[in-house]
T-cell receptor, first 113, second 113 residues
Framework: GEDVEQSLFLSVREGDSSVINCTYTDSSSTYLYWYKQEPGAGLQLLTYIFSNMDMKQDQRLTVLLNKKDKHLSLRIADTQTGDSAIYFCAESIKDTGRRALTFGSGTRLQVQP | EAGVAQSPRYKIIEKRQSVAFWCNPISGHATLYWYQQILGQGPKLLIQFQNNGVVDDSQLPKDRFSAERLKGVDSTLKIQPAKLEDSAVYLC???????????FGPGTRLTVL
């Protein structure tokens, strides 16, 4: 079955790096995503990684995937107050057209000035 | 490019009443999803459409929830009758047929009293 878990809360100081962690259980996951949700807003796709990759970097964001441990992380370099939000890890499985996402419960990132 | 549009943004009803939500996906996106996000949790899939056909509605409480996408574009989600536990944000997302990337609307926040 599909299950995605995340820690609930992370607090960092402005300018530090943030690392948000996620574990998933389904070994057949094809895509793994990171979404950002600000208060009262919808979900914004930050980045995604294919399950055959180990790392993906996009400006301040670095995604690391450890398939053996089924562990995904999102590192935000030089964290800013505007990065304060809830971050969701999600997986999808390419299975006969069903590509719905299974989300974790979200990690609330608080950035202190 | 216009994003996913949803209306209304907020709705307050009493239990046992009916309510309907509307979603207009990004132009050309064949796949449309409805997710339910209860406070403090990640979104959970209710139903997935591809064009005007249902791909997955296994998690839709069919005794009270219904959804349609008659012309393969707009979609409506209805709850009849509503229960207190239906209080949540209802998110609509769409994706192109080839890519799995999903784009989310701002959501409709439903409060059932």
């Amino acid at each position: 079955g599909e299950d995605v878990e995340q820690s609930l809360f992370l607090s960092v100081r402005e300018g530090d790096s943030s690392v948000i962690n996620c574990t998933y259980t389904d070994s057949s996951s094809t895509y793994l995503y990171w979404y950002k949700q600000e208060p009262g807003a919808g979900l914004q796709l930050l980045t995604y990684i294919f399950s055959n990759m180990d790392m993906k970097q996009d400006q301040r964001l670095t995604v690391l995937l450890n398939k053996k441990d089924k562990h995904l992380s999102l590192r935000i370099a030089d964290t800013q107050t505007g990065d304060s939000a809830i971050y969701f890890c999600a997986e999808s499985i390419k299975d006969t057209g069903r590509r719905a996402l299974t989300f974790g419960s979200g990690t609330r990132l608080q950035v202190q000035p | 490019e216009a994003g996913v549009a949803q209306s209304p943004r907020y709705k307050i009803i009493e239990k046992r009443q009916s309510v309907a939500f509307w979603c207009n996906p990004i132009s050309g996106h064949a796949t449309l999803y409805w997710y339910q996000q209860i406070l403090g949790q990640g979104p959970k899939l209710l139903i997935q459409f591809q064009n005007n056909g249902v791909v997955d509605d296994s998690q839709l409480p069919k005794d009270r929830f219904s959804a349609e996408r008659l012309k393969g574009v707009d979609s409506t989600l209805k709850i009849q009758p509503a229960k207190l536990e239906d209080s949540a944000v209802y998110l609509c997302a769409s994706s192109p047929l080839v890519s799995g990337e999903q784009f989310f609307g701002p959501g409709t926040r439903l409060t059932v009293l």
